[in-house]
């Protein structure tokens, strides 16, 4: 009776092993046999009915989840490629694309991420045959594609889904379709905000490149507020997580965009109010450096060089969100957004002194000049208001102790001392009733030799 059990026991396992011996060849037979049947509906393309080429993917499914199903990647992979052939001779039923991304999804869910790439590749064939109606729907499952890979941190999948949505956007045709731009559009705004939650700075580069490339191709141009709105979505989480890796990706995206002329002088006006509306947002925050960064790219963008946005307007939103900033935080800690403006004023007035004569953008640059000069002057005023008890000219000299102090600017102490030597002496001319009786005694900025008879008819004074 001993000897009895061991035997069954044996016999049992020995009858478990031959069953999945038998199963995995018949897996095998059913792959040969439909490779051989797709063969001849191949030969017999024309006399092919509908319900046989519907019955033939239906098997290669069921082979393929039978595959999944006992993690055989071979047996996967050979059936990917049956799948690739049938796509690629235009073999494929209406609810093929549902079909393969719910397969997709299926083994991103069981972590078979080999056995989710190979079928991914089977996209490639099929988008050269999709009709353009599916083009849109297509997008939008490489999106979820893309959107789940990021989740479980496969990059390579997400990258593969991401080539086919490049290939959806190089096809001539396809560009041309507004419900396909439409849909490009929106698969790059959903992926580039979810790489920038994982802080992806090398994957975040490689989409912005991709994203400039197609939008030079012409195949957005139609549609510049789109642009905008995926640019200050996602210049809008950069602020957030206060990342300088990756504003310096979106700062040189901007400005190659720009370069193109994709964006006309209503939709950078628009840019200026988002940059200035995130600019305020990032000023919230004291320890943050992006609302200086913020309002540098809007005076670069309104530079006469840059042919962008309207310059005093420009100027005029970047003297706001320093006021705003100083309301916030104090002239001393709110400098640095301060000093882009300064800063800009600074350079203008020693390229004045040094170039008087010429003139560029069809402005003289000494009217450049004063208009920075008069939104110094609103700016300081307004601290001056603020504290009740400094005058404008108080102000300017705190601010030359600031800016000496300030490391960027350490190798500018002379242009320093003589443009707030111009503040001053710009003051006392506008508001000669206040500079009066609030002219500060500072024997290093209230020296008349610090600006000499002929600088000064440079300038115009």
């Known amino acids: 009776m001993s000897l009895i059990v061991p ?39 024309k ?34 490629d049956l799948l690739k052939l049938a796509y690629g001779e235009g073999l494929m039923r209406d609810t093929e694309l549902t079909r393969l991304t719910a397969l997709i999804l299926q083994a991103l869910d069981r972590k078979q991420f080999d056995i989710a790439g190979m079928v991914m590749d089977a996209y490639s064939p099929l988008l050269r045959t999709v009709p353009l109606d599916y083009v849109p729907q297509v997008t939008g499952h490489l999106t979820l594609i893309a959107a789940i890979s990021l989740k479980e941190r496969r990059n390579f999948l997400a990258s593969k889904a991401l080539d086919h949505i490049y290939f959806i956007w190089s096809h001539g045709e396809w560009c041309e379709n507004a419900g396909v731009v439409h849909s490009a559009l929106r698969a790059f705004r959903i992926i580039g905000y979810l790489i920038l939650r994982r802080r992806d700075e090398p994957f975040f580069r490689d989409i912005s490149n991709q994203f400039v490339q197609w939008s030079g191709k012409g195949c957005a141009r139609s549609m510049p507020s ?69 309002t540098t790219q809007i005076l670069r963008f309104g530079a006469p060089a840059e042919a962008g946005i309207p ?9 706001q969100t320093a006021r705003l900033a100083i309301s916030l935080h104090g ?41 920075i000069t008069r939104e110094c002057l609103t700016v300081i005023e307004f601290v001056s208001r603020s504290s009740m008890t400094s005058s404008a000219g108080d102000v300017i000299v705190e601010l030359f102790h600031y800016w000496l102090a300030y490391p960027p600017a350490a190798s500018h102490a002379k242009s320093i001392k003589k443009f707030c030597r111009f503040l001053l002496v710009y003051w006392s001319k506008v508001r000669p009733r206040q500079a009066k009786k609030g002219m500060p005694v500072y024997d290093e900025l209230c020296r008349p030799s610090l600006l000499s008879e002929q600088e000064q008819e440079k300038l115009g004074i």
């Open 226 to 294: 789109d642009l905008l709105h995926i640019l200050v979505g996602w210049m809008h989480r950069i602020v957030k997580i206060d990342d300088m890796r990756l504003f310096n990706v979106m700062e040189d995206m901007i400005a190659r965009l720009v370069e193109q002329g994709l964006f006309g002088e209503a939709a950078m006006s628009a840019w200026l109010r988002e940059w200035q509306n995130l600019a305020g947002v990032a000023c919230m925050n004291p320890d943050s450096s992006m609302g200086s960064l913020l």
């Open 311 to 319: 310059w005093d307007l420009a100027v005029s939103n970047v003297g």
């Open 331 to 371: 002239l001393k800690d709110a400098f640095p957004v301060f000093y882009v403006l300064l800063n800009r004023g600074r350079i203008l007035f020693t390229d004045q002194l040094k170039f008087s004569s010429l003139e560029h953008m069809g402005r003289s640059r000494q009217n450049d000049l004063y208009l």
């Open 47 to 80: 006399n092919c009915s509908k319900t046989q080429t519907k019955e033939l993917l239906k098997q290669l499914f069921a082979l393929l989840q039978a595959y999944m199903d006992r993690q055989n990647s071979a047996g996967a992979y050979k059936t990917v």
């Open 7 to 45: 035997v069954s026991i044996t016999g049992i396992l020995v009858i478990i092993i031959v069953l999945y011996w038998y199963r995995s060849r018949n897996l095998d037979k059913r792959l040969r046999r439909l490779s051989t049947k797709l063969s001849h509906i191949l030969r017999r393309k």
